[in-house]
């Protein structure tokens, strides 16, 4: 989930937290595709991604490397998986070591690009010093558009 308050692009009033799903290359570190949507992880973002890697490329990669989360491993991500010969790796659950390059992915993006937005959720950690003239709900300006914009 991002660390920004969203507003609706239709009414302008504050919406909720998006999520944000990634599709990287291990080896540059380069992203290859993302899906942001209002929706906590499932197999609908998974495959979001992996069509936008090949509207992006017209093609997927060989080798995907997943972590233990449910939305991999549904019957037809699978066979998206299988259809399009693309080998899935599931990484060990115990060794953190090997979603280095994910989780830090994540976490730069959200301190180097979320953190600098106004309504980012930052302060929300110490909930009790936040006030009405800092809450992120009350300066959120970002839509779901702008958002999905500004990363690509």
Known sequence: EIDLELNDSKTGKNFKRAWLTLLIDAF???ILAFYVSFDAPS?????MVMRECVRRYGRLPNTLVVDGGKEFHSVYFDTLL???DVTKKTRPPAEARFGSVIERMFGTTNTQFFHNLAGNTQMMKNVRQVTDSVNPKNHSQWTLPAICDSLG
């Not at 197999?43 to 495959?47: Q, S």
């Open 82 to 84: 299988a259809f399009y």
């Open 28 to 30: 540059t570190r380069r």
């Open 43 to 47: 197999k609908v973002a998974c495959m």
